[in-house]
């Protein structure tokens, strides 16, 4: 019957250290995912739902090929992801290689700490989803500037150019991505040329294509023809309105009354000052001449 007891008790005892253990154990992240867009791997997880007196802080770790087989499979701290309040971490710079990465991520709530939630299936760089490149084109006399932005890491653009019209005869250029513009130079003065750009990291991996972007070729003079012509405009209207304001101040007078003859208005334009007034008869019988003439005698 002790020995009964004793069991019972040992078994509460167990059952009751797990319970505990279980209510004051941190859960881990869920929902670990890896979004990758033009090589930039940004690692998202869902926040903790379990209530915390302090802020939830979380840290992220991650194991290469190099780690796993000549580290013994030693974990790296992802640097600028340890204690981080933010529920995404980006690794673009931390996953440097096409190689397989192992990725998890954990919480920690003031003095407690989950266990560490794992990406699955690991992550390879490759699968990064490539989208079309943002391409301006600008024509520069007889050449063509083509500038890119926001190119990925590591990654090739294929520029085609093509006159219009003659696209079976296009030329293909190959430039790397921190190189961000490409010039086409020695192009026909008049003709209208195309571009089209896509980007690829290798011939598995590209992205689609821009739409094409067409511009005509001015010529080499065009580059000076505007604003020469704006120039020598502004200086010729300069000119002429200081000759005029100079040939006012210092004209003289008969020299001025030759250029500046006053014309006569017409006789339509003349006043006519002959103005009769109507009178009633009252009115005009008070106004009546009276003569006076003066004795001779006195």
């Not at 290689?97 to 760089?125: E, I, K």
């Amino acid at each position: 019957m002790r020995r009964t007891a004793s069991l019972l008790v040992m078994v509460m005892s167990f059952v009751l250290f797990d319970f505990t253990k279980y209510v004051w154990t941190l859960q881990g992240p869920s929902t670990v995912s890896m979004e990758s867009v033009d090589m930039r791997h940004v690692l998202k997880w869902r926040p903790l739902q379990a209530p915390c007196s302090t802020a939830v802080l979380y840290s992220v770790q991650f194991q290469g090929e190099f780690e796993l087989m000549v580290l013994n499979g030693s974990w790296v701290d992802a640097p600028d992801c340890q204690l981080t309040p933010h529920a995404h971490c980006d690794l673009t710079f931390d996953l440097g290689s096409d190689s397989d990465y192992n990725l998890h991520v954990r919480a920690q709530c003031g003095s407690l700490t989950s266990p560490w939630s794992q990406l699955s299936p690991a992550f390879n760089r490759r699968d990064t989803v490539l989208t079309a490149p943002e391409m301006a084109v600008t024509a520069l006399g007889d050449s063509l500037q083509v500038s890119f932005n926001k190119l990925p890491l590591t990654a090739v653009v294929s520029v085609t150019v093509w006159k219009r019209g003659d696209e079976l005869q296009a030329a293909v250029y190959l430039m790397a991505a921190e190189q961000a513009m490409l010039l086409v130079p020695a192009l026909q003065e008049g003709a209208v040329y195309c571009v089209r750009a896509q980007t690829v990291l290798d011939t598995e991996l590209q992205s689609s294509s821009t739409d094409s972007r067409c511009v005509s070729i001015t010529g080499p003079d065009a580059a000076w023809k505007k604003p020469t012509a704006v120039t020598v405009t502004v200086i010729a209207m300069a000119g002429f309105v200081f000759a005029v304001f100079w040939s006012v101040v210092h004209c003289r007078p008969d020299a001025c009354q030759t250029y500046f003859h006053k014309e006569p208005l017409p006789p339509s334009l003349k006043p006519d000052w002959d103005i009769q007034i109507q009178m009633s008869p009252e009115e005009a019988e008070l106004c009546e001449p009276i003569h006076v003439s003066a004795d001779p005698e006195h």
